[in-house]
């Protein structure tokens, strides 16, 4: 198990760096197994690199998208991460919708029932024994997908997603896979841009305790890759 930092300028040079390194595991995992399994996020850095990925030179058919966490919203919500990722670029290249597993929307079947949503996303990824890449984004406080710092989803040991209420960044319903799900991904990928993240990013690396900042949490069984820029990097 390794740890690599990839230092950028900005987060444009995280974005473009994590593509082509993207592009590269990608071909890679389906050389070896035939199919890649990526797991997918919300906020800036996570839905730019899929933007940037729309040009790349991948063989998307092959590729199964999994979600890291998602707003309980409406399924056309601006908030949804997947409606996000889809215009950023699931609907650009060609995949496999049958190999697209976005989590449950607060309509249709679902519909106000958060936890039944969350039941069936965790029966859905249980059977998965390895994501080739798990992608994530980090707010400033250290969180990663919807786990809070000393929030029910951090400490949870069992499930593989679960729901998440009060959310400290809105909405504040979501459903979340949890760490030790995050942790069946070969690699993690954190895209982490900004000095109001550099404390939480530097205290993550040392292996404070991810109750306090679940990014340190957040290994892969291979390799956790931290793509940095200048600002995010400087309490390292
Ligand atoms: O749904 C979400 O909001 C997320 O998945 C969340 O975990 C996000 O990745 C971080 O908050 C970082 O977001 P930024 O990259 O926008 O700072």
């Known amino acids: 198990m390794t740890t690599e930092i990839v230092r950028e300028a900005d987060q444009d040079g995280i974005v473009t760096a994590a593509a082509d390194r993207l592009t590269a595991l990608i071909a890679e995992a389906i050389a070896q197994r035939g199919r890649a399994r990526v797991v997918l996020t919300g906020g800036g850095a996570g839905i730019g690199l899929l933007a940037a990925l729309r040009t790349a030179d991948v063989d998307w058919h092959n590729v199964e998208f999994f ?13 949804r991460n997947e409606l996000q990722a889809r215009e950023a670029l699931l609907d650009h290249v060609h995949v496999d919708q049958a190999l697209v597993h976005p989590m449950p929307a607060d309509d249709g079947v679902f519909a106000g029932d958060v936890d039944r949503a969350a039941r069936w996303y965790a029966g859905l990824v249980e059977p998965v024994d390895a994501f080739d890449v798990h992608l994530l984004g980090m707010g400033g406080e250290g ?49 982490v841009a900004g000095g109001t ?40």
């Open 67 to 79: 979600w890291g966490d998602e707003r309980f919203v409406a399924a056309d919500d601006r908030d």
């Open 143 to 191: 969180h990663i997908n919807s786990i809070f710092p000393r929030s029910p989803a951090v400490a949870e040991q069992a499930a593989t997603a679960m729901p998440v209420r009060d959310c400290p960044k809105p909405p504040p319903t979501r459903i979340t896979l949890t760490l030790p799900m995050v942790r069946r991904a070969r690699q993690v990928w954190l895209l």
């Open 197 to 236: 993240k550099a404390e939480a990013a530097a205290a993550a690396m040392a292996g404070t305790d991810a109750v306090d900042v679940p990014a340190a949490g957040a290994v892969g069984s291979e390799k956790t890759v931290w793509f940095l820029d200048d600002a995010a990097a400087v309490a390292l």
